[in-house]
């Protein structure tokens, strides 16, 4: 059974930074991609970006492309989103999902972490 956890929410001011890990555990990182998503109250989930399994291929949406930066570490089966420059729009709870190859859309995904709470404000 393949299990995700997220970790490193927050409170921060807008022009602040935050970096969000997604460990997983009963499966190799190498063997899945991994993706981000972010849902704020009253909308939908949104896909962030995400990382192939062997690290190499990384895409994102368009709204956070040169801000965020998603990597992984797959000697300690964790993923990483540093967010830089967070916006208040950027709030929300953010979301780590596997799936055998990554893909930009929720149905894609075949494993969820619970999310982790992502508050921009001033």
């Known amino acids: 059974q393949v299990r995700l956890v997220e970790s490193g929410g927050g409170l921060v001011q807008p022009g602040a930074s935050l970096r969000l890990s997604c460990v997983a555990s009963g499966h190799s990182a190498s063997t899945y991609a991994v993706g981000w998503f972010r849902q704020a109250p009253g909308k939908e989930r949104e896909f962030v970006g995400y990382i192939s399994g062997s690290g190499l291929t990384t895409s994102y949406a368009n709204f956070v492309k040169a801000r965020f930066t998603i990597s992984k570490d797959n000697a300690k089966n964790t993923v990483y989103l540093q967010m830089n420059s967070l916006k208040e729009e950027d709030a929300g709870v953010y979301f780590c999902?596997?799936?055998?190859?990554?893909?930009?859309?929720?149905?894609?995904?075949?494993?969820w972490g619970q999310g982790t709470q992502v508050t921009v404000s001033s």
């Open positions: 999902a596997a799936a055998t190859r990554g893909g930009l859309r929720v149905d894609e995904y075949d494993y």
